[in-house]
């Protein structure tokens, strides 16, 4: 069963730094295309960052460049999203997602069907 599961969010105060998790079960992530997305209360999903074996590390929000970064770990099967400077509008719950059924597949054709239950970053003074 292919399953992910995000931690590593909570409170900090902007300028401050988080690294959020993705550990995924059942496939071997490093042969998929991995997102984060975050959505923010009253506000529609939005992509953030995205890492593949071909295109990238892409960047889907512009407002997150130069603050975040996106890396993978293929022995831990996991994918980390490190925030840092963070600021107020980047508060919302952030998950992580696959096209687990296309192999090698890009960032930016993915259909992303399978997703993580979430963690909640808040970003507060």
């Known amino acids: 069963q292919v399953q992910l599961v995000e931690s590593g969010g909570g409170l900090v105060q902007p300028g401050g730094s988080l690294r959020l998790s993705c550990v995924a079960s059942?496939?071997?992530?490093?042969?998929?295309?991995i997102g984060w997305f975050r959505q923010a209360p009253g506000k529609e999903r939005e992509g953030v960052l995205c890492?593949?074996?071909?295109?990238?590390?892409?960047y889907y929000a512009d407002s997150v460049k130069g603050r975040f970064t996106i890396s993978r770990d293929n022995l831990k099967n996991t994918v980390y999203l490190q925030m840092n400077n963070l600021k107020p509008e980047d508060t919302a719950v952030y998950y992580c997602?696959?096209?687990?059924?296309?192999?090698?597949?890009?960032?930016?054709?993915?259909?992303?069907?399978?997703w993580g239950q979430g963690t909640q970053v808040t970003v507060s003074s």
């Open positions: 997602a696959t096209d687990n059924l296309v192999v090698l597949g890009t960032c930016w054709t993915a259909d992303f069907t399978s």
């Open positions: 059942g496939f071997h992530l490093e042969n998929y295309a």
């Open positions: 890492i593949s074996s071909k295109d990238g590390p892409v």
